[in-house]
């Protein structure tokens, strides 16, 4: 199935829960960000390192 491609393609073997992704966005939407500009912020669980 697609879902089973896409997990296997993280080094985590899974996708992110929404609450994984919504630590994402109340950082971003934090004082903790205020600084932050022009940044790409993956929340991939590192997928992006797989070669």
Known sequence: AEGDAIR???PLNRV???EEVAYAVLFLASAGAEF???CILDVNGAS???T
């Open 16 to 18: 992110a829960t929404p």
């Open 36 to 38: 932050m500009t022009g």
């Open 8 to 10: 296997a393609q993280s």
């Open 48 to 50: 992006y390192l797989r």
